[in-house]
């Protein structure tokens, strides 16, 4: 039995340009929302992202700041509507498990943490991007809900 699902990055960032999107919503009308996660790595990545831009704003054109901190404030209210999983020991030592398997291959690191945390959780995790953790987690351990509609039966 599924525990809950881990949102990668693209899914979460999909979901707040186009919350009705077809595919992804045929995938919500069918999932609690008690179940959809996102792993505290997701988080940082989201906000590394828009404190980037809004840090990179010229200090001589306070006009060009509006946008970029829109923007942050767009990142809380949609951050805030997920419960976050925090990568904690147990996700420390699948981490550790997954750098040995994967030694001679090079692999973000963010990608084997989120690898980890679904391990260590035993959830699936909902990404758009399944090649990037192939040699990280099973088949089964993963979904597309952008481009896979639910299968019924």
Do not use: C
Request: glycine share 2%.
């Amino acid at each position: 039995m599924k525990n809950g699902y881990f949102w990668d990055s693209n899914v979460l960032r999909l979901f707040g340009d186009n919350p009705e999107h077809p595919v992804l919503s045929q995938h919500l009308a069918r999932v609690s929302w008690d179940k959809i996660f996102l792993p505290s790595v997701v988080v940082a990545e989201s906000w590394r992202g828009r404190l980037r831009q809004a840090d990179s704003v010229p200090k001589a054109k306070p006009e060009q700041a509006v946008f970029p901190h829109r923007q942050l404030l767009e990142t809380h209210d949609l951050l805030s509507k997920f419960k976050v999983i925090p990568f904690d020991e147990e996700a420390a030592e699948e981490f550790s498990r997954l750098q040995k398997k994967v030694r001679h291959r090079k692999k973000r690191h963010a990608d084997m943490m989120i690898a980890a945390m679904t391990l260590s959780n035993h959830f699936v995790l909902i990404t758009r991007n399944e090649r990037d953790f192939t040699d990280l987690l099973l088949t089964r351990q993963m979904e597309n809900w952008i481009d896979n509609p639910p299968v019924v039966g």
